[in-house]
């Protein structure tokens, strides 16, 4: 209500920022050069009241968000639209394909950072197409988040194998797909900036983790894991006898964003089991798990 008095700032470019009491609605219309229009301002509040948070001279999210490259894929224009719309208003860079096979070749040329795949598509699947993805090195890192339809015969299980970070049902609610996806992205920032950070390899028990690649070798021998299973055996080993609960597990693997069946870890931990070949990774009954060195 306080921007109502037209007269008081229509025309004036030199208003005090910080006299201002809220001071991100008018550093937005600032920023975009709406200098004489407090009806702008005004509206950017009725629709987008979060404005009202932050630090005073900041730029909202969205003018950082241009950075990003968004690749969706669904076989239904109209859930391709819906968003695309909602994704390009917070300033995203949006990339769409009605199929895997397009999409694989897509993800290559444009190196997304976060890929929405739909899960049932004709031709490759979004399981499919999701796992030739990950096979990509340059996309390692990129984000997957699979859409699902309520009803779906889909395992989460599955798709975490085939190397998905997290999953939307629909309908999707557009502040939880925006929310969703800046969380993702805010994950994917701290996995590349700690990258530089540390040693790109880990070794134990005659085997080797390169975590550039996304692979763990034995002698000549690869073995390949799904994204899950080497994040999982990468947290593991990185603290050889700390015992990590199943609640760490989850919010350093999955993230406190997604969420899981109970009996997702058991079944990773099987897998890596069974890959190694080692009874290293010890259970903690009613705790969580360890890796002894």
């Known amino acids: 209500k306080q921007y ?47 404005y009202l948070d932050g630090i005073s001279g900041q730029e909202p999210d969205n003018m950082n968000n241009q950075n990003y490259k968004i690749l969706l894929v669904d076989d239904e ?14 300033g995203y860079q949006v990339h769409s394909c009605l199929n895997g096979e397009d999409a694989v070749k897509k993800a290559r040329e444009i190196l997304p950072h976060l890929i929405i795949l739909d899960v049932m598509m004709p031709g490759i699947d979004g399981i499919e197409t999701c796992t030739e993805i990950r096979k990509m090195e340059q996309l390692q890192n990129s984000i997957v988040i699979f859409l699902t339809a309520r009803g779906e015969d889909y395992s989460q299980i599955a798709g975490f194998e085939a190397g998905a970070d997290d999953y939307l049902t629909k309908p999707i ?37 390169d975590k550039e690649r996304y692979v763990v070798i034995r002698g000549k021998e690869e073995i390949i894991f799904p994204k899950k299973e080497f994040e999982l055996l990468l947290l593991l080993t ?34 890596i089991r069974e890959k190694l070949g080692l009874d290293n990774i010890r259970t903690v009954k009613g705790v969580g798990y360890k890796f002894e060195s």
């Open 173 to 209: 609610k557009p502040k939880i797909l925006l929310s969703r996806v800046k969380a993702l992205l805010r994950r994917y920032r701290e996995t590349v900036a700690g990258e530089g950070e540390e040693d790109t390899q880990v070794q134990f028990s005659g085997f080797t983790i």
């Open 77 to 90: 224009p109209d859930v391709l639209e819906f968003l695309g719309y909602n994704l390009r208003k917070e």
């Open 4 to 50: 109502h008095d037209k007269q008081a700032f229509h025309g004036r470019s030199d208003i005090g920022i910080n006299s201002i009491p809220h001071k991100k609605i008018v550093s937005y219309s600032i920023h975009r050069r709406d200098y004489g229009h407090p009806e702008i301002v005004l509206s950017l509040l009725a629709e987008r009241p979060e």
């Open 238 to 271: 990185s603290k050889p006898n700390k015992v990590f609960s199943r609640e760490e597990i989850f919010a350093r693997v999955w993230g406190s964003d997604v969420i899981v069946g109970d009996r997702t870890i058991d079944v990773h931990i099987r897998k």
